[in-house]
T-cell receptor, first 115, second 112 residues
Framework: DSGVTQTPKHLITATGQRVTLRCSPR?????VYWYQQSLDQGLQFLIQ???????AKGNILERFSAQQFPDLHSELNLSSLELGDSALYFC??????????????FGPGTRLTVL | GENVEQHPSTLSVQEGDSAVIKCTYS??????FPWYKQELGKRPQLIID?????GEKKDQRIAVTLNKTAKHFSLHITETQPEDSAVYFC???????????FGAGTTVTVRA
């Protein structure tokens, strides 16, 4: 157990719908990262927050948005869902931000299926 | 941004043999290179990492080597066991960057 929690574990929804994925980082970690992993694909970085502020953006679609709350948990919002959005979404947390290096601890992931 | 290429995409080895996975990176400013292992249906987990001021690091049966001049780093697994079967991802991070750039992954299968 990495200490990072994600809910829900599984999510099945229809095209055009909107969903929210939730992540709680390890105690003390200020950075939260979101990744998308499609079937047989690598880890695509979406977005990073540090202590409530957006710090880096990757290949995140405009239909997707995220935020980090004062208690440091983060939510990833996916709207106008398409079949191609079906994937495993991972949240990771780390103690550090830029300028320092350290392990990113991954949560168990949320498997999103869009029908 | 940083571009990380990983080879091979699949690797099948006989139990007890060695496995080697290679990654190249594009940005010479990268200074941190972790390797993650992801078992089927599970989360990626860090297995070893190396910083740019070190050329080699070893932890039991796994080792990582870094060639800064050539901008490549490799994962070596010796005496492979069935539980080493997984997808392995390399990654790189620049000192002034906030994120890891991952390779596409290598599916390793250890044949009994």
């Amino acid at each position: 157990d990495s200490g990072v929690t994600q809910t829900p574990k599984h999510l099945i929804t229809a095209t055009g719908q909107r969903v929210t994925l939730r992540c709680s980082p390890r105690s003390g970690d200020l950075s939260v990262y979101w990744y998308q992993q499609s079937l047989d694909q690598g880890l695509q970085f979406l977005i990073q927050y540090y202590n409530g502020e957006e710090r880096a953006k990757g290949n995140i679609l405009e239909r997707f948005s995220a935020q980090q709350f004062p208690d440091l948990h983060s939510e990833l919002n996916l709207s106008s869902l398409e079949l191609g959005d079906s994937a495993l979404y991972f949240c990771a947390s780390s103690e550090y931000t830029s300028g320092r290096v350290g392990e990113q601890f991954f949560g168990p992931g949320t498997r999103l299926t869009v029908l | 941004g940083e571009n990380v290429e990983q080879h091979p995409s699949t690797l099948s080895v006989q139990e007890g043999d060695s496995a080697v996975i290679k990654c190249t990176y594009s940005d010479s400013a990268s200074n941190y290179f972790p390797w993650y292992k992801q078992e089927l249906g599970k989360r990626p987990q860090l297995i070893i990492d190396i910083r740019s001021n070190v050329g080699e690091k070893k932890d039991q049966r796994i080792a990582v080597t870094l060639n800064k001049t050539a901008k490549h780093f490799s994962l070596h697994i010796t005496e492979t066991q069935p539980e080493d079967s997984a997808v392995y991802f390399c990654a790189a991070k620049k000192a002034d960057d906030y994120k890891l750039s991952f390779g596409a992954g290598t599916t390793v299968t250890v044949r009994a």
